[in-house]
């Protein structure tokens, strides 16, 4: 039972490292989500808390129910073969983008936070995501189970010293914007992710092998991303003018805690590094199935491709890219969410 929990608890951090990337880690994909709508946004995490525990719990079932390999094989499952080679292909895409969106947010911390250049840490990230890669599953294990703990750890800290701040709960309550999009974005933003994260989650669901850690590991995951997304949101929520700056979580800790902000930037690095490593594990291991090439050739290439289109300004791309995948991995959430999970 102690070996099951432990194992749940990893793969939850698993869950919740592959979640919190660039765009989450940095808050800029939670200012476009959420905090731009003020206390909207604020609904619209805890109802995206639901839908991480639940869809979550529910992919990884599915994913040891039919003992799948990689996230082509859970697709074709969801969809068909036509329509699941159709979205495989589509899904590839979502995640070169997604980890061009990384790479440019590692090239963001160390261009605005350390003062050196944008290339410098892209290359850097490169360089040590192959080292890492080059354990497996293992590495990402490891990677994920020391830094998740660490940043919600700082997103408390974070949160203790903003909920201190006059007209603190006059900021949550303000309603900053009702349009359709408001409403939306919890549902697009859970369906990018989940969507997404299937290219980590399945492999290591399928390696975990039961369907109960699993379930566990998705609901704890889904459970401590909410609490992360409330106690970020909150923080953010006080910054003026928040939409505006590319690494607005930094920007408040120096702020709020400027002795704790140089650590606080290495986390947040080191929450886009296991989001890199996390998604280019997922498309190595479905490229593998068409490239007859050894692994580090693939991975070579993805990285060629991420690292071409990360010199677009980190801000323009997520902002532009992420809500874009968000609507169109809508199709994902629903068939997950009426597709059963077999008996056997």
Not at 202 to 224: M, R
């Amino acid at each position: 039972m102690k070996n099951k929990w432990s194992a749940a608890f990893q793969l939850a951090a698993v869950y919740v490292g592959t979640v919190v990337g660039a765009g989450f880690a940095t808050g800029k994909e939670i200012v476009e989500f959420f905090s731009q709508f003020g206390f909207i946004g604020l609904i619209g995490i805890l109802i995206s808390g639901v839908i991480f525990s639940y869809f979550g719990s529910k992919l990884m079932r599915i994913s040891v129910k039919i003992k799948a390999k990689s996230y082509q094989e859970f697709t074709i499952f969801l969809f068909g073969r036509w329509m699941g080679t159709l979205i495989n292909i589509i899904m590839l895409i979502m995640l070169i983008g997604v980890c061009a969106v990384m790479l440019s947010g590692a090239g963001a911390v160390f261009e605005e936070q350390l003062g050196f250049s944008k290339a410098t840490g892209v290359i850097f990230t490169i360089i040590l995501s192959i080292l890492v890669m080059t354990v497996g599953m293992k590495g990402l294990f490891a990677v994920n189970t020391f830094v998740v703990p660490i940043m919600i750890s700082f997103s408390f800290i974070l949160f203790f010293y903003t909920v201190q701040m006059p007209d603190f709960v006059s900021h949550i309550l303000i309603d900053k914007n009702s349009s359709l999009k408001a409403f939306a974005s919890p549902f697009s933003y859970t369906a990018l992710n989940l969507s997404l994260a299937i290219a980590v989650l399945v492999p290591a669901a399928s390696e975990i092998g039961d369907e109960d850690t699993v379930k566990w590991g998705g609901i704890l995951g889904g459970f401590a991303l909410m609490l992360i997304l409330i106690s970020s949101h909150f923080t953010l929520i006080m910054l003026e003018d928040v939409d505006r700056y590319a690494i607005p979580m930094a920007t408040i800790m120096r702020t709020l805690a400027p002795n704790l902000s140089w650590i606080y930037i290495l986390v947040i690095y080191g929450e886009i590094f296991t989001s890199v490593i996390g998604n280019v594990y997922g498309l190595e291991r479905q490229l593998r199935g068409y490239i007859r090439l050894p692994s580090i050739f693939i991975i070579a290439f993805i990285f060629f491709i991420s690292y071409a289109i990360s010199f677009i300004h980190y801000g323009t791309l997520l902002s532009w890219l992420y809500p874009l995948f968000g609507y169109i991995s809508l199709v994902f959430l629903l068939l997950l969410m009426v597709k059963p999970i077999p008996e056997t």
